[in-house]
Every structure is written in structure tokens, then in C-alpha cells.
């Protein structure tokens, strides 16, 4: 039997490491272990998206909750370098790029435990980004680094990581929307939230019926400096008095919002609709149905390349620059007049439509497992044959 850790901590985790599982539990001679480590525990950043996914319930919970990255970080190995001892996995899978893969990642390499890390290569070169430190740590440690798109691959290749541990896979994200995208369509989410005036309308008159926005925000960067906070906050005062605007708010703004009193000012706009963090079905029902989305949050750049809704990225940079060559996105910063320039364009029709890039085909799971037991030896000593 192959003992194989999958490490999850915080929300963009989960529809990442769900198909992979899936794809895990097919194989007789494999054991998959899911471990959270309870970076984020709050039912709506956690629980509510083992529900909707249908993932098993983590079979080890570490419970380390909030803290400063150090802290964090550090609970995170303590727990994790506990259990690796007990276990002794022949391979631990880490996804994405918060505290959690960087510390499980750490851990296994010291352990001399081979660490599979899916969507690496990822860059924003920009290292005031916590992500970004994640990254570059965990790939540097990585034996196995599956990518989503060939740019990653340049990038780790550029940083000497030898070509033969890099695998162009796909976006194992979107394996997880195409495999929901019917139940996402038939939810009825905006009949939930008071919108109902708007359900149906972008599928029965196509893009131009589409009368809301959604918003996402929760990076540092933008939400713990207040200047900048107010700015964007800015910005949604003037665009929303020509399209309303969802707001499904991060438990870290909802604390800064407070914190900075700038609440008052976003409960005072009439038509910035504050609400709570959605489960995935709902939110990628309220997304697919959108004239426009702007965040600040990685996964959500792809998740509307794909579903062909133009976003504008709140940020100076995106280690996701395909999503920009390719795709829907357009990175506009956080200046106030450039957001409100950019969200006209698109609310006068001129959003970009993009396509979806290369191997984002809802395979990449299969691939990765295929890889991995070719990698790892399998072929040979469990028997098996590769089907591609
Ligand atoms: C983390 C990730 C970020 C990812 C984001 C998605 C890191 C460095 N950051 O940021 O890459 O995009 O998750 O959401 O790993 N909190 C709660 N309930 C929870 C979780 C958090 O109330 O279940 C609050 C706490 O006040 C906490 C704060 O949110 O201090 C920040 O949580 P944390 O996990 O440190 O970072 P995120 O901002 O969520």
C-alpha cells in the first residue's frame, strides 16, 4: 500500500485537493490520508465546502487556527511533523500556496518525505506577497511540481529546478467547476439572496441582461492599509450607483472594516450589498452569473477565464498572468479612478471574453495520479498499468 498525506488548511484548498482524493480513491493499492490543519475553521471558510464537494471529513484535524505567519507557520509544523512521524507517508500532496503548504512542505522535506506540490511555478514576483514567499519555499523543496500553464514551468526552470521533477498538468480548480457546473447552473442563488429579478437573466438575453457585480477582497495588501482600503472602498461608492454589488465578505475585511471604521461608509451605499461568505456551489452560481467580478483573490482570476465573466484583479500584479494573455482579467491596481475607469468599460459592454487556456479541461487530476505512479515507482511494484 501507498500511504499518501493530502494537506488542506484554508478555503482556496478544498476544490483543489477534492478531485485529486477522488482520483486517490479509484486506486486499491493507494491510501489517501486528508489532513486539515484548521488554518481556517469557521464553518463558512471550511465546513461548508466539504459539504457542497462531498469531500470525506479530514481524517486528522489539527485545530492550529489564526495567528502571525510565525505563529501559524509554526503550530502548523509542530502538529504536522507529529504526525508525519506517526504515519510515515510515502508521499505528502500540498496545494496552492498559504502557511499550510509551506509548512507541511518544510516539514516532510526535513523528514526526507517526497512532497508533491500542485500549481506550482506560480510567480507575481512580489515578494511583500506572504503567498509569494510560500511559493518560492515550497517549490525549492519539492520533488514532484505540477503546473497550470507552461509560463510556470519557465519560471522554476529560470529558478534551477531541474526539468525532470516539472509536469505540465492543468488547473486541478477547474477540474472541480467543470464536475459541479450543472449544479451550479441550477442553484438558486440569486432567488436566495433577493435578486430574483435578475435570475435567469443572463441566460435567457446573454451578457447585456446581467445587472450585478460580485466582489471579493481579503488580501493584506489591500484590506490591512487603510489609505488603500478607502480607496477601493472609493471606487465601489461611485460604480455602485450604476450596478449593484455583491459583497460576500472575508472574515479578516469584515474585522478591518471595523477596525479602520470604515463600515459605516460601506453599510451607507445603497447599492453594495454586504453579505456572508458564500459555500462554492452558491458562489460560483452568483459568479457565473455576473457582469462583472472584481477581487483581490487568486483562484477566482481563473474560475472567470473559464466561465467567460469579465474581472477586474484589485491588485498591482498576478502571478496568474494567463488569466490576463488568455483569459478575462485585467489587473488594475488599486487606484481608485482606474478601477472606476476600467468597471465602466466593462459595464458598457466592452469586457474581454478570453478563452480558456490549454489543459484546463477538467483532466488535470487524472494526469497528476498517472504521474505520480509512474514517478513513484508503482508500474513496477503494485502492478499497475498507466492509463493517460
Ligand atoms: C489565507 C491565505 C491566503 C488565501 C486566503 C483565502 C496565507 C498566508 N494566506 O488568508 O493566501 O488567499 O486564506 O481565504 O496562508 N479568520 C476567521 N475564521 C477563519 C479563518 C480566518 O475569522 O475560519 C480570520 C481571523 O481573524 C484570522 C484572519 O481571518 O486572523 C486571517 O486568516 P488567515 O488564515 O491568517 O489568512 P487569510 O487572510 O484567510
Redesign the pocket.
Known sequence: MLKIINVVG???NFMKIAPLMDEMKKHARIRPILLHTG????DK??DVFFEELRISKPDIYLGVG?GS?AE?TAKVMMEFERVALQERPDLIVVVG????TLACSLVAAKLLIPVAHVEAGLRSFDRTM??EI?RLVTDSLSDYLFTTCEEANKNLQQEGISEEKIFFVGNVMIDTLMKNIERIKSRDTLEKLGLAGRAGLADRAGPAARDFAVLTL?R?GNVDVKETFRDILGALDELQTKIKIVFPI???TT?QLKEFKLWEMAKGMKNLMLIDPLGYIDFLSLVSQAKLVMTD??GLQEETTVLGIPCLTLRENTERPITVSEGTNVVVGMNKDRIIQEGLKILNGAGKMGQRPKLWDGKAATRIMNILIEQLGLVHRLGYSVVS
Do not use: W
Open positions: 484554508a478555503r482556496p488554518q481556517h475553521y469557521d471558510m471550511s489564526s505567519h501559524q500556496d498559504v502557511n499550510s506572504p503567498e510560500n481579503h493584506p472575508h472574515p479578516r474585522k483573490s487568486g
